[in-house]
T-cell receptor, first 122, second 112 residues
Framework: GAGVSQSPSNKVTEKGKDVELRCDPISGHTALYWYRQSLGQGLEFLIYFQGNSAPDKSGLPSDRFSAERTGGSVSTLTIQRTQQEDSAVYLC????????????????????FGPGTRLLVL | GQQLNQSPQSMFIQEGEDVSMNCTSSSIFNTWLWYKQDPGEGPVLLIALYKAGELTSNGRLTAQFGITRKDSFLNISASIPSDVGIYFCAGRHQTGANNLFFGTGTRLTVIP
């Protein structure tokens, strides 16, 4: 398909176990984002990748969370020693960064979201 | 992280009615976005606003970027059953900034 895909769609794990979540962005998209959505809440930014630049990890809630993006395409979000409060939907988005030549507004982009991974930590 | 104040939290309306929802922030945003999320899916962008005062339409949807740059509203005219879902506003502080701040969502139910 042409959209962002994520796997697994659902994951149930026991407290203390590690989990890996995968995101396949849209081909050609240079920017990739991870968000967390808790029940009944909006999305919380976690981490951002742009090309070969160092990722923006400012949204990661603790050092148990980490993410990689290999070859500028697929990304994995790893949560170590999961806790019950990690239960949420983890959403990935990708975008094609476009820079306005005159720089008045900097960059504009549209983020395309995947369907998410529903994580339940028991 | 920061979340925007979005209201109302939920709405129950009759098919054909118009809908209005809004978002406010204590800080200035350079970009306002409105998304819709269906159950089991990721959010889908509806409208993007990049200038204060900008009024943009997308079919039956109209959104405005507030003059103060601290608020935005979304209107849906002549609602239909497929408008059901959760609507989120999102804002970006700086042009080119990496992260979006999201509202808590407005859950819309349309009664046929």
């Amino acid at each position: 398909g042409a959209g962002v895909s994520q796997s697994p769609s659902n994951k149930v794990t026991e407290k203390g176990k590690d989990v890996e979540l995968r995101c396949d962005p849209i081909s050609g998209h240079t920017a990739l984002y991870w968000y967390r959505q808790s029940l009944g809440q909006g999305l919380e930014f976690l981490i951002y990748f742009q090309g070969n630049s160092a990722p923006d990890k400012s949204g990661l809630p603790s050092d148990r969370f980490s993410a990689e993006r290999t070859g500028g395409s697929v990304s994995t979000l790893t949560i170590q020693r999961t806790q019950q409060e990690d239960s949420a939907v983890y959403l990935c988005a990708s975008s094609l960064m476009r820079l306005l030549l005159h720089g008045i507004q900097g960059s504009q982009e549209t983020q395309y979201f995947g369907p998410g991974t529903r994580l339940l930590v028991l | 992280g920061q979340q925007l104040n979005q209201s109302p939290q939920s709405m129950f309306i009759q098919e054909g009615e118009d809908v209005s929802m809004n978002c406010t922030s204590s800080s200035i945003f350079n970009t306002w976005l409105w998304y819709k999320q269906d159950p089991g899916e990721g959010p889908v962008l509806l409208i993007a606003l990049y200038k204060a005062g900008e009024l943009t339409s997308n079919g039956r949807l109209t959104a405005q970027f507030g003059i103060t740059r601290k608020d935005s509203f979304l209107n849906i005219s002549a609602s239909i059953p497929s408008d059901v879902g959760i609507y989120f506003c999102a804002g970006r502080h700086q042009t080119g900034a990496n992260n979006l701040f999201f509202g808590t969502g407005t859950r819309l139910t349309v009664i046929p």
